[in-house]
Structure formats: C-alpha cells, structure tokens
C-alpha cells in the first residue's frame, strides 16, 4: 500500500512534465523560416523613366504683316492645306489708297522730270550759243556765265528728281508688298491646328506680327521630354527610346507603344520665368533642374495629336527570355563589377554561390552564371516562436 501510494504522485508528475514539454514545442520553441522563391525565365528592362509632351516636327505660325479689319477666313481648324492655298484676307482698302497715292506721286516727279530735261535742253542750246558769240566778241563774260550756271542748275534738279523717283518708286514696292499681305497663304503643306482669329477682328502690326493661327505637319511628331538632372548624363544620342500616352491602346487592348531614337539632349535647361543673374545660383536649393531630350516618330495613322502627354521610356538594357532574381535577395561582391553572393536552397541545405548580373531594373536582375532555372533562391531566413506559426 506504500508503494502505490507514491507510484500515484509520480506517474502525474510525469504525465505533467509531459504535458509541459508538448506545450513548450508547440508554443514556446524557435523555429527557424527560410523564405525562397523559384528562379524562373521573363524579360528585364533597364530604363530611364520621363514625362514627355507631343509636339509637330515642323509647324508654322501664320502671322500677319499689316494693320486692319479680317474680311474673310477661308480655313477652319482641322483643314488640310496646301502651300499656296489662301487663309485669310484683310480688308485692303487702307493700302489700296497708300498705293494709289504713291502712283500719282510717282508720275507727277516723271513729269517734272520731262519738263526739267526740256529745260536741259534749252539751257545746253543757250549755253553753246554764248560761247560761239563769245569767240567773236559779240556778248558779254557775265551772259556766258549766266547761261552756264542755268545749264548747271538744270542739272542739278534733273539729279534730284531722279533720286526722288527712286525713293518714290521704293515707297511703292513697299506699299505694294503690303497690299499683297492683305491676302495670306499657306508656305506648307499641313493641317491648321490653331486658329486664333476671328472674321470682324481688327488687327495692329505696328508693334509686333499678331498670329493668327498655326499650320502643322501631323505625319511626324516630336516627344520633348524633360530628363531630371540626376538621369541626364545616363542617356545619350541614338539609344532606343519609346513611349506610350494617356488611352491610346493597341489591338490587344494594352497600352500602345511608339518607339524611336533619341536625336538630341538640350544643352540647358528651358528658359524660366525671373531666370537668376549671371553669377548667382542656376536654381534654387532643393529644385530638380529638368533637362529637354527630343526623338521623332512617324504619325502615319494620325493617332498622334499635339500636347499629348508622354510616358517615356529611354532603354539603357534589356534582355529577353532569360533567368530573373530578384536583387534584394543578393549581396555585392567588393570590387567585382556584376558579381553577387547568393544562397540558394538544396535539399534543404543552404548554398552560396557567386552569381553574374547583366542587365537589371530596381527590383530584378538577369542571371548570366550561378544560377539554374528551377532552383530556389533564398530570399530570408526568419526565427520566431512556434506559436505564431499556428493558424486558427
């Protein structure tokens, strides 16, 4: 009866330890997580991103170059014209009357002229005939200077007259040329994409050409970006670029793409609104100072309107169809260029490998050695308590 007494005692005592160690493994002990993710094939893009504004290659801004009243306009925005084809007329009767004027004033010095050169004639006859007497001795020094001098001044006002002729038949070129700017045309082939005019609207040139609206050529568009300073020296002529604009999509219903070249970077940054002096600083502190990069694409289809915006893509790398790891799971290697430490999961053991990137974007890389498709790159090794692995 003793003995039985303590075997009770014992054989609770040991189920509780039991009990015990089961709620400590279950609750209390460390388990090691190791997070991985399997290496598998896609395509990897290295870009300098931007935002962008459509504009035409080539666009004209149609002015006018005389003062007065538009009497007719002849295109809508949206037509299509050629070079030659008439736009707008103003109304011509205030340089109608400058040209007559300057005609009548024309003829009358061309009359004047013909009486003078008369008078030319007659003074030349009386000069001649004062010498011959005066050889004989039958007329007076003082008449012979007389007829002389006359000759002289004759001359002389055929000589102004002359020069007031040229600068009279000057005047009229040019109030000739302004009538013919009352009728302006089309110096290319384009679509009107801004009219600014109205029919009725009286117009001052005396100061500055008023525009009157804007003549662009669609089939061939420039992207004028603006690069960020920090991204400015990564980018150079002739690398591929491209793009794609608000709700514009392709047959697949994704975002369209237009691809072209970059053709040039700006050598300064665009003009601003109270520019800094020379000598103080370019920008103000903490200011991104924005660079303009321009590239053409076609517009054949016409898709493509003025001040679209732009999502630009300037392509530093890519690479198609080749194994992907994600660059947060890779450290480094000092002084190698390209070359990374990795572990990778085999067997349920960790293995480190030396890994060479190529091209890569903020969150990929793509894997040229160390790596095999398939495989489970280790991206973390966590420790927690067992109990906040179990799920309710």
Known sequence: MKLESWRRPLGALGGLSILVLLLWWAFFRTVETVETVEVRRGSIENAVT?????????????????????????????DKVSKGDLLVEIDPAIQQAKVQTDRASLASLRAK??????????????????????????????DVQSAQSQLRVTQARIASLKAQID??????????????????????DGTVVTLDAREGQTLNATYQTPNLLRIADLSRMTVWTEVSEADVGRIRPEMPVYFTTLGLQDNAGQPRRW????????????????????GQNAAPAGKVV?????????????????????QVFFVLGSARNVLLAPMAALAAVDGQKGHFLAKVSVDREIQERTVRIGVRDRLNGGVLEGLSEGERLVTGIKQA????????
Do not use: C, H
């Open 259 to 278: 691809e072209g070249k970059l053709r040039q970077v700006l050598p300064a940054p665009p003009a601003v609104a109270n520019a800094p002096a020379a």
């Open 290 to 310: 924005l660079y303009t990069a321009l590239f053409d694409v076609d517009n054949a289809d016409g898709a493509l309107m003025p001040q679209m915006s732009a």
């Open 167 to 188: 600068g009279a038949q000057s005047t009229l070129q040019g109030n000739e040329a302004l009538l013919g700017y009352t009728r302006i045309y089309a110096t290319m």
């Open 385 to 392: 308590k067992a109990s906040t692995r179990l799920r309710w």
């Open 50 to 78: 931007a935002l962008g504004v459509l504009q035409p290659q080539r666009y004209v801004d149609v002015g006018a170059q005389v003062s007065g009243q538009i009497k007719r306009i002849a295109v809508r925005p949206g």
């Open 113 to 142: 002229l013909a009486e003078q050169e008369a008078e030319l004639d007659f003074a030349r006859q009386q000069a001649e005939r004062q010498t011959a007497l005066q050889a004989d001795g039958a007329t007076k020094a003082e």
